[in-house]
């Protein structure tokens, strides 16, 4: 059995090599980095490229301390996910990834630190995120490698690890259960487009189907960059004529609305996303109807764990729009009071008047971001 692995990961590793089709379509050459520990899973072998001559956050990581074992797949995937969240803010921020889906994010409200916003992450769903793949977008210090070791975890990421943090992801005495703990070191974030508009260059994806055929897309970017971008919904049709939300809101609702619509985005569709001070308190996703996301998301915060507080002037993130406003008076029920989505659909108009009667603001995004990954 293992000289069938290291044949067929041979066979991976001649045969993926640098494709002038590929290269002209992304402008760049490819260069092996390191095989994987596996694929998806464990019978499926894989390698991992980088563009040549580039400087790549993702691509460029550094391993701090290394596990029993290398980096999966699913490892690298959750990696670039919970970077491709944290890029977005200005402070300090943490996501907790587990098999390619937020099971919780935060980001810095007033004089959090650096601990305080990875407890909020981490305990957005903690037992989801028992072996999970923690990012920041900024220096992981001790205090927080403390916290980060008093629960399983696969692999840590960020920026920079201070000596003293680093020392303590390497104490195996004091923390058994996290022996083969993975400290990585990401490059620049800041070289990873963040909206539409500021986006250097285009950064495409690629989709393998069944038969070989590919899928090259652009990147799935926001034309939103800050809560001033964040519009109030208005839609009409012939019955209402011209309805807008009259709902109001505050500052802190307005930047929590950017929060979750940036966690959304790489949160599997159908999928919602409920924000309160910076943290992601439910993440509905992989559904396959809208209100199931927003029932899945609910259920999770008042079920899976005891003496959590009622949910009140929280707001929500839809990666769609709304068919009818059925989902809307469910988050309502449940206490949300601001919610985002794309425009587009033929109710709009209907699913705003909904809201205004029942006290919830409604905001249009500019754009869907449904993601099948």
């Not at 980096?71 to 907790?96: G, H, M, W």
């Not at 989709?207 to 899928?215: F, H, P, T, Y």
């Not at 159908?270 to 998301?297: H, L, M, P, S, Y």
């Not at 764990?305 to 029920?333: C, H, L, N, Q």
């Amino acid at each position: 059995m293992s000289d069938q692995k290291i044949s067929r990961k041979s066979y991976l590793s001649q045969n993926l090599g640098d494709y002038p089709e590929l290269a002209s379509v992304f402008g760049n050459d490819y260069q092996k980095v390191d095989d994987l520990r596996y694929g998806t899973n464990p019978h499926q072998t894989a390698a991992y490229y980088k563009p040549v001559g580039v400087s790549t956050p993702i691509g460029d990581l550094e391993i701090l301390k290394t596990g029993k074992s290398g980096l999966s797949q699913t490892n690298l995937e959750d990696v670039s996910y919970s970077l491709n969240i944290c890029k977005n803010f200005d402070r300090p921020a943490c996501a907790c990834m587990k098999h390619v889906n937020p099971s919780g994010a935060a980001v810095a409200v007033e004089s959090c630190s650096v601990k305080d916003v990875y407890i909020k992450a981490r305990d957005c769903d903690p037992r989801a995120a028992f072996g999970c793949v923690a990012g920041f977008n900024v220096e992981v210090d001790e205090e927080t490698a403390v916290e980060i070791m008093s629960s399983f975890v696969e692999c840590v990421v960020a920026p920079s690890v201070t000596a003293a943090a680093l020392t303590v992801f390497n104490d195996h005495e004091r923390f058994k259960l996290n022996r083969h703990i993975r400290i990585i070191k990401c490059g620049d974030l800041t070289l990873l487009p963040k909206t539409v508009i500021d986006s250097k260059e285009v950064i495409r994806t690629i989709k393998v189907l069944a038969d070989g055929s590919l899928i090259i897309a652009d990147p799935l970017l926001s034309h939103m960059g800050s809560a001033a971008d964040v519009k109030k919904a208005s839609a009409e049709n012939k019955a209402l004529g011209h309805i807008e939300s009259t709902v109001s809101t505050s500052e802190q609702q307005l930047e929590d609305l950017l929060t979750a619509w940036f966690i959304n985005m790489n949160v599997r569709s159908n999928g919602v996303v409920i924000v309160k001070n910076g943290v992601a308190i439910a993440v509905g996703t992989g559904e396959q109807d809208r209100v199931g996301a927003v029932e899945q998301a609910v259920w999770k915060y008042e079920n899976k764990y005891e003496g959590r507080e009622i949910i009140t002037d929280a707001v929500m993130a839809s990666d769609g729009f709304f068919p009818f406003y059925d989902a809307v008076e469910t988050a309502a029920k449940a206490g949300v009071t601001a919610i985002i989505s794309p425009a587009g659909s033929v109710k709009d108009a209907d699913v705003i008047k909904r809201a205004n009667e029942i006290g919830v603001a409604m905001f249009h995004a500019p754009e869907r971001i449904f993601s099948h990954h």
